[in-house]
């Protein structure tokens, strides 16, 4: 088994063995060469096998691209001849079945008959681990068993088991689990997960199960004998990276911020609302035709940007005015002005608009009020009652200038009128008394 060679250690000829073959020999060797009996010509055997699994897996991709060059080549009046479709052959059912002790779903497939047998010889710590490390090793090799999945479904079985207070679904991604290793983890079991089932040979290829796999390998790193070097552990950010990139990426030059954390997003309306941001906190004398200058911009004329901006600066706008707060009425921001207020229901017509679905209607609702200090909103603006009876919502009613109640309270300018207007009618009455 020391051969330098590993296709003459399993007995093969290097030219002309394949990945089926290789998987046959190492099978066949498999039952005279037990870990038990020999750990170091098993370990060799293993070794050999990984080598050779590789470069078999190379040659039958060259020989089916040198078959395909040559069927190129054939005669056209046998490619005129299309070949007859066969049937695909129906997929075998798969059932599940869930185990409320181990919490855990199984599947009847080979791949989940084996995670089951896995979890539980663990959960038993590991009895007789050389019989059971070749019993599995087998099985991965003989067919039917899917190794990548096999190795995710026990490593995150074991990260689950390490955090039962399940913190992984409280914090962020890229902080790390515990990785204090349950009791059944015993060294043994460790050693027999790491270097005979090759658990950690398996990579994540996304962020929730890369935290996991960093846990693991924390666990597994102190496994006596190892006969692998550890892995490096799974960089967390670059995966979010890419899966924020695949999911929200667009041509603006959007990008994931590693530093933050966070996703900036550089589509033209985020850039927008930044500018509308900047302005309403400087609060200069020339907001009013920034504003409008932002608002007429090219890029926000279409009409899948004119409503993502419409539905971002109506939630900015409620938010700023305490909209979930307990209050009754809207209390506005220092840069809140009339000139604003018409400039923005001009341009996206809040006014005449009422929702027809239930949150859509509360936040109109409460926009009316925000605007109904500077624009006059009631049922005598006929696309106003046409929107109302669609929505099967009665219309607001305009507040009535006669009502020196709701006139004084409107506004607290107007209460210290109010007040300044009592004191005087005092005076006057004290000197005509």
């Not at 902080?175 to 060294?187: A, F, G, H, K, S």
């Not at 911009?297 to 979930?324: G, K, V, Y």
Request: net charge negative; with cysteine; proline share 8%.
């Amino acid at each position: 088994m020391s051969s330098t060679d590993p296709f003459k250690a399993l007995g093969l000829k290097r030219n002309a063995a394949t990945e089926a073959d290789v998987k046959a020999a190492y099978a066949r060797l498999l039952k005279v060469t037990r870990p038990e009996d020999d750990r170091a010509a098993f370990m060799a055997l293993r070794q050999n096998f990984d080598a050779a699994r590789r470069i078999a897996k190379g040659s039958d991709a060259r020989r089916a691209e040198a078959q395909a060059q040559q069927d190129e080549g054939e005669d056209p009046a046998a490619l005129d001849t299309p070949p007859v479709p066969q049937p695909p052959a129906p997929a075998a059912e798969v059932k599940w079945h869930y185990d409320p002790a181990l919490k855990w779903n199984f599947s009847d497939s080979p791949t989940g008959i084996l995670i089951e047998k896995t979890i539980r010889w663990m959960l038993a710590s590991g009895p007789e681990p050389r019989a059971f490390a070749a019993e599995a090793s087998e099985a991965l090799i003989a067919g039917g068993v899917d190794g990548a999945a096999f190795r995710a479904d026990v490593l995150t079985f074991i990260a689950c088991a390490a955090d039962p207070e399940e913190t992984r679904h409280s914090t962020p991604l890229w902080q790390p689990l515990p990785t204090d290793p349950p009791d059944w983890l015993t060294p043994e079991v460790a050693a027999v997960l790491r270097d005979d089932l090759g658990l950690l040979r398996w990579r994540p290829t996304d962020a929730w199960r890369g935290r996991d796999f960093n846990a693991v390998r924390e666990m597994l790193q102190e496994a006596p004998d190892a006969a692998e070097a550890l892995p490096a552990p799974a960089d967390i950010d670059a995966m979010i990276e890419r899966e924020e990139t695949a999911a929200r990426g667009d041509a603006h030059g959007s990008y994931y911020d590693r530093t933050a954390r966070r996703w900036v997003d550089r589509s033209p309306v985020s850039r927008a609302m930044e500018d509308l941001q900047a302005a309403f906190d400087r609060n200069m004398w020339d907001m009013i035709d920034v504003v409008r200058a932002i608002l007429n911009r090219e890029e926000l004329q279409a009409l899948d940007e004119f409503q993502d901006l419409d539905a971002r600066l109506r939630q900015h706008i409620c938010a700023a005015t305490d909209w979930q707060s307990e209050a009754k009425y809207p209390v506005y921001p220092a840069w809140w002005r009339p000139q604003l207020a018409r400039l923005l229901d001009t341009h996206f017509g809040w006014s005449h608009q009422f929702g027809r679905q239930m949150w859509q209607r509360q936040q109109y609702e409460w926009l009316h009020k925000v605007l109904a200090r500077d624009i006059r909103i009631g049922s005598d603006m006929p696309q106003f009652r046409e929107v109302a009876a669609a929505a099967h919502v009665p219309a607001p009613q305009p507040p009535s200038k006669y009502n020196l109640w709701a006139w004084t309270f409107r506004d607290p300018r107007n209460l210290l009128i109010a007040y300044l207007g009592y004191r005087a009618a005092q005076i006057l009455w004290r000197l005509v008394v």
